[in-house]
């Protein structure tokens, strides 16, 4: 493992969005990890559609909640292809389905991955090499004060309550962190990212892990 | 409501939005209080949710539901048959 790897670096991560006053984060994490994916295989990296997302995944519940999980069914599922955000843009609370033609350009999924690494950060983090971003659940209840630095206390492993991306970790210094892209704009924790140390499975970030296959 | 739960308790008085205010700051005060020399450590204050109680934030922010999800297996290396070459 490098001692420190981030997939921003290698431009295949869009930029920080923001939920607005809408709880997506479930959406903007598995379309973030969507187009990480197509990025890393050669495709132009663009901002995909989160409006699709809510309105569109029957299982979940748009702005009133969903889970990663049964985003991932659905996109695998039903092979929709997800649009360009230009085509289908975010406005942050529920609408009806827009319907696209099978002709219509997207980008859909050929499967995806979940799995508990608590006690095993280090294949978590092989994960991540392998497969690109990955998606995650935590505890982000102490995340509403986070204004920067790695948070290794008062972040239980207890509720997952909020979905994010892991692009990255850190572990030059003496405390490793994973890089955690958030949803809440980049004027939020480090350029809309949180620091989260690596080990301990802090925040639960190791709990519910998902990667997309495309 | 079409938006975030938030909306479905309609507007917050003045008094709300600043004894949500006050509460963030002692809130910030403990927890930048208990590991002040670990210098990597994370930093808490004021930020565009200062305004809301926690149960406000986590009412509209925090509704990713979770799910148990299966432990990863490494996979386990192929034994190396006796005789040596490997298939």
Known sequence: LPLRFDWRDKHVVTLVRNQQACGGCWAFSVVGAVESAYAIKGKPLEDLSVQQVIDCSYSNYGCNGGSTLSALNWLNKTQVKLVRDSEYPFKAQNGLCHYFSDSHSGFSIKGYSVHDFSDQEDKMAKALLTFGPLVGIVDAVSWQDYLGGIIQHHCSSGEANHAVIITGFDKTGSTPYWIVRNSWGSSWGVDGYAHVKMGGNICGIADSVSAVFV | ?87
């Open chain 2, 1 to 87: 409501g079409p938006g975030a739960t938030f909306t479905r308790t309609g507007p917050r008085s003045r008094e709300r939005q600043e004894a949500a205010f006050r509460e963030s700051l002692n809130r910030h005060q403990y927890l930048n209080s208990l590991f002040p020399s670990e210098n990597s450590s994370a930093v808490y204050g004021i930020n565009q949710f200062s305004y809301l109680f926690p149960e406000e934030f986590k009412a509209i922010y925090l509704r990713s539901k979770p799910f148990a999800f299966p432990k990863y297996e490494a996979e386990v290396p192929e034994p190396i048959p006796m005789d040596g070459n490997i298939s």
